[in-house]
Nanobody, 124 residues
Framework: QVQLVESGGGLVQAGGSLRLSCAAS????????MGWFRQAPGKEREFVAA????????HYADSVKGRFTISRHNAKNTVYLQMNSLKPEDTAVYYC?????????????????WGQGTQVTVSS
């Protein structure tokens, strides 16, 4: 049984930074791809970033390229999302997800397990 627990969300002013963490347990974390998604009120869940099993390949949504960085520390079973230059439109619940594959996917259906989410609110 896989468990994913996100942390690091909060309230920040526009232009500020936050770092989200997602701690995984229950399976061999280092064998699988990980992703971050977000869902704003009244909107569908959308892809934010993904990283393959080794950390050697990453993908980003166009809306966050150059501002967000996904990384992982396999020895700590943790994936991170560093978010810089935050904008009010980044406000959402952020979810991490695990994909039982080596290669990182960008679609919701690629992912097999999800965390409970952490709220990020960016004020203008």
């Amino acid at each position: 049984q896989v468990q994913l627990v996100e942390s690091g969300g909060g309230l920040v002013q526009a232009g500020g930074s936050l770092r989200l963490s997602c701690a995984a347990s229950g399976r061999t974390f280092s064998s699988y791809a990980m992703g971050w998604f977000r869902q704003a009120p009244g909107k569908e869940r959308e892809f934010v970033a993904a990283i393959n099993w080794s950390g050697g390949s990453t993908h980003y949504a166009d809306s966050v390229k150059g501002r967000f960085t996904i990384s992982r520390h396999n020895a700590k079973n943790t994936v991170y999302l560093q978010m810089n230059s935050l904008k009010p439109e980044d406000t959402a619940v952020y979810y991490c997800a695990l994909d039982f594959a080596l290669r990182a996917g960008t679609k919701i259906l690629d992912y097999d397990h999800w965390g409970q989410g952490t709220q990020v609110t960016v004020s203008s």
